[in-house]
C-alpha cells in the first residue's frame, strides 16, 4: 500500500480547551481506517481539519508527499466529504442532488448521467431518484448525502459518523456499501463511536479519546495486547443491594458495574482470580444465579486504556 495521508503533530484548541493535542497517523491507499471513540473525542474535529473545513493551529498535513496546502484544488478533488450533518437540498429530487454535487467536480454530459446513474444504484434509491428530498426517511437522506460524495469517484472517502439516527435496514446498507467500496479499491477513513461497525469495516483501527491518540492498530492486534483480562459477567441475587465497591478488593479487579441487574467485572483472566471474584461475593452474602466470561472486544479495549466505557 501507498500512503495518501500524512499527518504529523496536528494540533487544535477552542478557547482554553485542547481538542487536539498532537496527534500522528497515515492514510495508507485502499484500507478502511476507522476512527472510533466518544463524543468528544476529537474525531469530527480532525476530519473538519482533513477536508478544510477548520484550520488548524499546529502540525502537517501531507497529501502524496506533499503539503495539502500546495495544491488544494487537487487535494479536494481526491475528496468526497460524507459529513455528520446530513448537507442535501431538500426541494431537489434525489438524481438533481447527485448531479448537482457531481457537477461541482467539473463532471458533465453523458458522465454525469452515468456517475448519477451508479450512485442511486450504490444507495438503492433508482426507484426514488425521481422525489424530493423532503419526502424522504432519516436512513434514505443519510444513504443520499453518501451517493452525492461519491458520484465523482473519489480517491478517498471520508465519512464522519455516517450512520447516526438511521434505521437498522439503512445502517446495514451503509455498512454492506463501504466494504464494496474498499473491494473496489476505494480508500476510507471512517469516524464512529459504534464498536461494532468498527468490527465488521475496519482495515486498521485508531482509537481516540480527549484529543489524543490512545491506540492505533488491527481489531485482532488490539484486542490482543488484552489478552490477560476478561470481564466476567456475574448474574446475582438483589442486585440493587450489591456494593461494587467491595470487589476492587480483589487482586486483580480493574472495573466494576452494574448494567442491566448483572454486574460486569474486569479482572485479570485466570482460575485463581474467578476463585477471588467468587470467595468476594459469597463472603459478603451474595447469591450467585450465573457466571460467564466474555470474550474481548473492542469495547473491553477502550475500557482498559481509559477506565470507562465508549458510551459512558
Keep these: 500500500m501507498s500512503q495518501l495521508l500524512c499527518v504529523k503533530d496536528l494540533k487544535k484548541k477552542f478557547a482554553e480547551r485542547n481538542v487536539i493535542q498532537g496527534i500522528n497517523f497515515s492514510l495508507e491507499k485502499g484500507e478502511t481506517l476507522c476512527f472510533l471513540g466518544p463524543n468528544g ?3 469530527s474535529t480532525t476530519i473538519n481539519i482533513l477536508t478544510g473545513a477548520l484550520k488548524h493551529d499546529a502540525g502537517s498535513i501531507h497529501y502524496r508527499g506533499e503539503f495539502f496546502e500546495k495544491n488544494i484544488r487537487s487535494y479536494k478533488q481526491a475528496l468526497g466529504v460524507v459529513p455528520q450533518n446530513i448537507a442535501l437540498y431538500e426541494d431537489l429530487t434525489a438524481a438533481q442532488n447527485i448531479r448537482f454535487f457531481a457537477s461541482l467536480y467539473g463532471i ?3 458522465s ?3 456517475c448519477t446513474d451508479k450512485a442511486l ?3 438503492g434509491l433508482q426507484e426514488r431518484s425521481g422525489d424530493k428530498v423532503r419526502n424522504f426517511s432519516g436512513g434514505m437522506k443519510r444513504r443520499l448525502n453518501i451517493a452525492c ?3 465523482h469517484q473519489p480517491e478517498i472517502l471520508i465519512m464522519d459518523e455516517p450512520t447516526v439516527g438511521v434505521d437498522p435496514q439503512s445502517r446495514n446498507h451503509i455498512l454492506e456499501g463501504v466494504k464494496k467500496m474498499r473491494s473496489e479499491g476505494m480508500t476510507v477513513l471512517y469516524t464512529t463511536h459504534y464498536m461494532e461497525e468498527v468490527e465488521e469495516i475496519a482495515t486498521r483501527i485508531i482509537i481516540m479519546d480527549q484529543g489524543q491518540i490512545i491506540a492505533e492498530g488491527t481489531a485482532e492486534s488490539l484486542k490482543n495486547q488484552l489478552n490477560q483480562d476478561r470481564e466476567y459477567i456475574i448474574e446475582v441475587d438483589k ?6 465497591d467491595i470487589f476492587y478488593r480483589v ?5 466494576v458495574e452494574m448494567s442491566q441487574e448483572k454486574l460486569l467485572i474486569t479482572s485479570l483472566l485466570g482460575v485463581e482470580n474467578l476463585d477471588r471474584l467468587i470467595a468476594c461475593l459469597m463472603n459478603n452474602g451474595i447469591r450467585i444465579h450465573h457466571i460467564a466470561v466474555q470474550s474481548n472486544n473492542l469495547e473491553t479495549v477502550f475500557l482498559n486504556l481509559t477506565g470507562r466505557r465508549l458510551r459512558d
Excluded at 442486585?239 to 461494587?244: G, L, R
Excluded at 487482586?251 to 472495573?255: A, F, Q, T
Design 251 to 255: 487482586e486483580g479487579v480493574r472495573h
Design 41 to 43: 473525542a476529537g474525531k
Design 112 to 114: 454525469l448521467a452515468r
Design 239 to 244: 442486585p440493587e443491594k450489591v456494593n461494587t
Design 108 to 110: 458533465k454530459g453523458k
Design 121 to 123: 444504484f450504490f444507495a
Design 149 to 151: 460524495a461519491i458520484a
